[in-house]
Every structure is written in structure tokens, then in C-alpha cells.
């Protein structure tokens, strides 16, 4: 599945969860034990179950995010510190985006986190061919 399609998974069937793009960026990338794998250059669930908000045609609004927000501790299980040699273009932009984001001025990092980021940095930038 691109990213694009399951951004939109992610916001229509889990909307409590999922306020907005980053906060699907922060759990995709961020949370290890996120039940997300990576496959042919994409992260999938492999055990995808349509959500009781989509078997019910339920809709909610998100709350609105803390700011500055507290993202998830980075470690070395976080999705983003395995982007795959194969990844897909997408999927590479949607990683970029959330270190982006996380590094910006909403969020508050560890120096862990930062560190965690800036290896990350460096694999994109290889994928790349920089």
C-alpha cells in the first residue's frame, strides 16, 4: 500500500487516534511495536482488521495537539531507523517529512532523539544517493 493510501486508512478509521498526517507520521516511524512492517519498500500491517469506527460508519473529531508536543521516544526499534534499501519514493518522502516535523519547532526531542534523527538523516541521504 502506498503512503498516501494508508495516511487515509489511518485517518478515517482510527480519527481518535489519528488527529492529523503527523500524528500518523509519529506513530509509523516513530513507535516501536506499532504493529507496522516494512514490505517491498513500504510499511504495512500485516494483520490489517477494519477498525469498529469504520464497521460502524462512525466519525469523530480529533482533538487538537499539544504544542510544543512531546513525540514518542525515539529508540533503535522506531521504524525510521530501518528505512529499507528498497523503499518505496513515497515512503522515503514520508520519513523525511516526519524527521522534518519532529525536529521543528513543535515538538520536544531528547537528545536521544535528536541523535536517533540525525542517523536517520544520514540513511535518507544514502538512499538518496547524496
Known amino acids: 500500500m502506498n503512503y498516501a493510501d494508508t495516511l487515509a486508512d489511518c485517518l478515517k478509521n482510527y480519527p481518535i487516534v489519528f488527529g492529523d498526517e503527523y500524528d500518523v507520521l509519529e506513530h509509523l516511524f516513530f513507535v516501536n511495536g506499532n504493529g507496522y512492517e516494512w514490505n ?71 537528545d536521544d532523539d535528536r541523535h536517533h534523527l540525525a542517523i536517520a538523516r544520514q540513511r535518507i541521504a544514502a538512499l538518496k544517493g547524496i
Open 40 to 110: 517491498d519498500g513500504c510499511l504495512i500491517d500485516p494483520y490489517p482488521e477494519p477498525s469498529l469506527v469504520a464497521q460502524l460508519g462512525l466519525e469523530f473529531v480529533a482533538d487538537a495537539r499539544e504544542v510544543p508536543h512531546r513525540i514518542y521516544r525515539i529508540c533503535k526499534y522506531a521504524k525510521i531507523l530501518s528505512l529499507p534499501d528498497d523503499i518505496q519514493p513515497d515512503w522515503l518522502a514520508a520519513a523525511e517529512r516526519a524527521i522534518d516535523w519532529a525536529e521543528g519547532p513543535e515538538c520536544l526531542l531528547t
